[in-house]
T-cell receptor, first 114, second 117 residues
């Protein structure tokens, strides 16, 4: 079945450590997204990519980095510069960008600080 | 700029009674609107979308939403709640404006639906 796979499901970070969250899709979608979800705040966009080798900052990009070397993969690195990384991280994809393009979501990675 | 406001952070209903989750939007253009559902520790699943074809939109699992331009509302309803409907629901607007914005999604803060037996 086609879908989006995020791994790991749970991740723990030590102080000063960078961690990378994986996102893979087999939907042949061009656009991919990373969101951060905190309780009571909805979803906030971290980074998005419309095409391979290109990505743009979202609303809360500070302390995060991404790469898009392959169409199906869009990993997110949470760097030590992100001082409050504890959150639920969701990856999504869509066929393209436009007014009617729904996004399809993975099951998320929950990141906690040790 | 586009935005959405979900008017209730928590709604509680009894099984078999109607569900109403309220959403108001702000948009300078003809908006594209979505409702998503999220079960605990899961990703979001699309329930339905409005794209100007019809004001009453039917979605999955018996949900529907009505677009009312005069009220700038897009409320989600279901005639009879089921225990499996307990989840968090997000109203979402696209920021697409045909003038260069990316068509990114702007999420409301969510409404948690509880269903009592």
């Amino acid at each position: 079945d086609g879908g989006i796979t995020q791994s790991p499901k749970y991740l723990f970070r030590k102080e000063g450590q960078n961690v990378t969250l994986s996102c893979e899709q087999n939907l042949n979608h061009d656009a991919m997204y990373w969101y951060r979800q905190d309780p009571g705040q909805g979803l906030r966009l971290i980074y998005y990519s419309q095409i391979v080798n290109d990505f743009q900052k979202g609303d809360i990009a500070e302390g995060y980095s991404v790469s898009r070397e392959k169409k199906e993969s869009f990993p997110l690195t949470v760097t030590s510069a992100q001082k409050n990384p504890t959150a639920f991280y969701l990856c999504a994809s869509s066929h393209g960008q436009g007014p009617n393009q729904p996004q399809h979501f993975g099951d998320g990675t929950r990141l906690s600080i040790l | 700029a586009q935005s959405v406001t979900q008017l209730d952070s928590h709604v509680s209903v009894s099984e078999g009674t109607p569900v109403l989750l309220r959403c108001n939007y702000s948009s300078s253009y003809s908006p594209s609107l979505f409702w998503y559902v999220q079960h605990p520790n899961k990703g979001l699943q699309l329930l339905l979308k409005y794209t100007s074809a019809a004001t009453l939109v039917k979605g999955i699992n018996g949900f529907e939403a009505e677009f009312k331009k005069s009220e700038t509302s897009f409320h989600l309803t279901k005639p009879s709640a089921h225990m499996s409907d307990a989840a968090e629901y997000f109203c979402v607007v696209s920021d697409w404006n045909y003038g260069g914005s990316q068509g990114n999604l702007i999420f409301g803060k969510g409404t948690k639906l509880s269903v009592k037996p």
